[in-house]
């Protein structure tokens, strides 16, 4: 059974359209990411969830409870809801303790006593803050201080856990160790979650599903595999991990593949999903990570070039190159040191490449 169920919401402001026809279900204990570029709706989706925010139009049931009904007349105020919130600003009260964090969030609630005190324990244990919990939220890291502002979630054992971007305020190295420990706790809970980022690394490492927005629409939908190795859009190409794109022309066909040219007199053999016309223009994309750098003296396949790698970019585990081709950049990655200003033998792996209408 589906644990969130949210059904053609819409949000209006004056004659903005925020959100159009945003429908999608979670499963209970899933791990859900609205991934997105900023301004597309990913706040305001959540928050509509929360209750924090009326929308226009749709439906809203959580664990068969109905949060909001526009047809109907509903909307149960963001008090009643019992789901656990946690922003991007996530403020813990400064004058508390870390343990009277947590307490008072179980007050509000009319929870005291020796039952607050176990909860309040086992919350602070769950982040691996039990040891802080006398210290104030001043002399606490901010890595430290984002566990406890998580804790003082889960301490009244949310039926939901919505969290909007909870990451983007840690430094790189302290994300990444949030990020695994965030995955392992949501998994040892099993808390339905639902996360906001527009971050696609910690979508992809993070989520069970993904949901792609952009412009206050969801753009794809499924796996965090299906979303990175087959995006159904430039759009979602673009934004979920780079890619090189470039612009081409339907100039033949042979045996299922279509015959593009890129430019002067390079040409490339894609094999698109869909059947392109002679002389239509395609987006073509491949991963930085596909294209291959051939050594020794492998037969020939088709899309392989000899080109001028006039571009190096050391990244650590990896370099980044450059070349031209056919007038267009692109940019691969190898792990294995090319020198710069050498001709190298290149190959863009058929399957690799994905193909767009202009249009899409
Ligand atoms: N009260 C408001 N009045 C007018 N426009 C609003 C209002 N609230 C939000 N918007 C607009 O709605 C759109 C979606 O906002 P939202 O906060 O949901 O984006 P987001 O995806 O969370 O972006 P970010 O990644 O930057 O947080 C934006 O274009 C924003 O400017
Ligand atoms: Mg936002």
């Not at 869909?274 to 073509?284: A, D, I, K």
Request: aromatic letters at 8%.
């Amino acid at each position: 059974m589906a644990d969130v169920v949210v059904q053609n919401l819409g949000r209006r402001i004056g004659n903005l359209e925020i959100l159009k026809d945003v429908s999608f279900t979670v499963a209970e204990g899933e791990f859900l990411t609205l991934l997105g570029p900023s301004g597309c709706g990913k706040s305001t989706t959540l928050n509509a969830l929360a209750g924090l925010d009326r929308p226009s139009a749709g439906r809203i049931v959580v664990g068969g409870e109905t949060f909001y009904d526009e047809a109907r007349g509903i909307f149960v105020d963001a008090r009643y809801r019992n789901l656990g919130l946690m922003f991007q600003s996530y403020a813990l009260w400064p004058h508390m303790t870390v343990a009277q964090n947590l307490d008072f969030t179980l007050e509000i609630r009319k929870l005291r006593g020796a039952e607050a005190r176990k909860r309040v324990m086992e919350s602070l244990e769950l982040v691996d803050m039990a040891q802080y919990a006398g210290r104030y939220p001043g002399e606490l890291s901010g890595g430290q201080q984002q566990r406890v502002a998580l804790a003082r979630t889960l301490v009244y054992q949310p039926k939901l856990l919505l969290l909007d971007e909870p990451l983007s305020n840690l430094d790189a190295k302290l994300r990444d160790r949030a990020r695994d420990w965030l995955r392992d706790l949501q998994r040892r809970t099993g808390v339905t979650t639902i996360y906001v980022t527009h971050d696609q690394t910690e979508a992809l490492s993070l989520s069970d599903r993904i949901i792609v927005m952009n412009q206050g629409r969801i753009v794809q939908h499924g796996t965090p595999t299906t979303i990175y190795e087959t995006p159904g859009s430039m759009f979602v190409a673009d934004f979920v991990g780079a890619s090189n794109a470039f612009e081409a022309e339907v100039v033949g066909f042979e045996e299922g593949t279509a015959r593009l040219r890129l430019g002067e007199d390079t040409h490339i053999l894609v094999r698109p999903e869909f059947t392109p016309e002679l002389g239509e223009r395609l987006t073509v994309t491949i991963r930085p990570e596909r294209i291959e750098a051939v050594t020794g003296d492998s037969a020939a396949e088709p899309n392989d070039f000899s080109v001028l790698v006039d571009a190096t970019s050391y990244q650590g585990a990896r370099t980044v190159y450059g070349f031209a081709l056919g007038g267009q950049r692109v940019r691969f990655e190898a792990a294995a040191g090319l020198d710069s200003d050498t001709t190298a033998r290149i190959r863009l792996p058929v399957e690799a490449i994905r193909v767009y209408r202009a249009d899409a």
